[in-house]
């Protein structure tokens, strides 16, 4: 289930069982954005992104779909794994501009 | 392992100490940034670089200050910083100086903490 904690919302799943974690994002006039999964004592790794004018794109094991009429992003992971804990931030940027502003965060949690 | 080097990995200054951290790339990349990144939280937007010439500061106090020597080189020099200053640095590089165009790649950071 989802919970939200002092400082990181939490997602808690079961290895197998498919993740989603959300994302509402700020700027209706955001065009690109992108999912990072951050594991403990790493930096940011890039995941999957996608551009205003598609409502979904795939990766391996991995779907993002985005609702641009509620400023909305998911990030689909099928099948999860234990080495897909980890903290998941997506972020939002906008044409000609070199800000990529960052969510707050979800801590996925994955359990045998 | 990350394309972007980050040195050192963890760092311990005191409030009167100069240091400075630094971040290479070899992707050829055009632009590249800073972010700091406290406990549980997203990384924030200090400083952006596009083809070596300084297009965003982020209000950071003077005590940051950053320095592009060429495309690949990114470095932070710090002086008099306080104990709330105490985070985690992240580089990272992109292949344009337009993020709407391409991702970021990120380095691994230096863990700075200031005594």
């Known amino acids: 289930g989802e919970s939200v904690g002092l400082h990181l919302p939490t997602l808690s799943v079961q290895e197998g069982d498919n993740s989603i974690i959300n994302c509402a994002y700020s700027?209706?006039?955001?065009?690109?954005f992108i999912w990072y999964k951050q594991e403990s004592g790493k930096g940011p790794q890039f995941i999957i992104d996608?551009?205003?004018?598609?409502d979904k794109r795939q990766g391996q094991r991995v779907t993002v779909l985005l609702n641009k009429t509620v400023k909305h992003l998911s990030l689909q992971i099928a099948a999860t794994q234990p080495g897909d804990s980890a903290v998941y931030f997506c972020?939002?940027?906008?044409?000609?501009?070199?800000?990529?502003?960052f969510g707050t965060g979800t801590r996925l949690q994955v359990f045998p | 392992d990350t394309e972007v080097t980050q040195t050192p990995k963890h760092l311990v200054m005191g409030m009167t100490n100069k240091k400075s951290l630094k971040c290479e790339q070899h992707?050829?990349?055009?632009?590249m940034y800073w972010y700091k990144q406290k406990a549980k939280k997203p990384p924030e937007l200090m400083f952006v670089?596009?083809?070596?010439?300084?297009?965003i500061n982020e209000s950071v106090p003077s005590r940051f200050s950053p320095e592009c020597p060429n495309s690949s080189l990114l470095n932070l020099h710090l002086h008099a910083l306080q104990p709330e200053d105490s985070a985690l640095y992240l580089c990272?590089?992109?292949?344009?100086?337009?993020?709407?165009?391409?991702?970021?790649?990120f380095g691994n950071g230096t863990r700075l903490t200031v005594t």
């Open positions: 700027n209706s006039a955001s065009d690109y």
């Open positions: 670089y596009s083809y070596e010439k300084l297009s």
């Open positions: 996608i551009r205003s004018n598609m």
């Open positions: 992707m050829g990349h055009r632009a």
């Open positions: 972020a939002e940027t906008y044409y000609n501009t070199d800000k990529l502003i």
């Open positions: 990272a590089s992109s292949q344009d100086g337009r993020t709407g165009g391409s991702p970021l790649h």
